[in-house]
């Protein structure tokens, strides 16, 4: 990595922290999903009938913990997902370098025919 693509990636990192501190330290806002927002809006449609089908196994003492668990699992997701494309992308480009044209056949069999 150059050393200007580096700077510039601190740069956005630098920013993004700034304004998470800045908006943490203003605001009294709660984190919350959209799961209670959606219970809220079908009891005010059906007059306050609605009863879930299923209750959770575990349920998170807090929303903060909650937050945490959901982000942490986005994280192991975006991760595995990021090491699939990393690793096609190394190889077809190892492929490309090794100059295999046809890959069902290593080089050294299309040699003999």
């Known amino acids: 990595m150059s050393r200007i693509l580096e700077l510039i990636v601190l740069a956005i990192f630098l920013i993004f922290a700034a304004q998470f501190v800045y908006?943490?330290?203003t605001?009294?806002?709660e984190y919350g999903g959209a799961d209670g927002e959606a219970e809220g809006v079908i009891n005010e449609i059906t007059g306050g009938t609605y009863e879930p089908i299923a209750e959770p196994i575990w349920?998170?003492?807090s929303g903060e913990i909650e937050s945490l668990l959901f982000g942490l699992q986005a994280a192991i997701g975006a991760g595995i997902i990021g090491y699939f494309f990393g690793y096609y992308r190394a190889k077809s480009r190892y492929e490309n370098d090794l100059g295999?044209?046809?890959k069902s056949k290593p080089e050294r069999?299309?040699?003999s025919l």
């Open 27 to 29: 605001t009294d806002a």
């Open 100 to 102: 295999y044209k046809d």
């Open 109 to 111: 069999d299309r040699q």
């Open 59 to 61: 349920e998170p003492p």
């Open 23 to 25: 908006m943490s330290s």
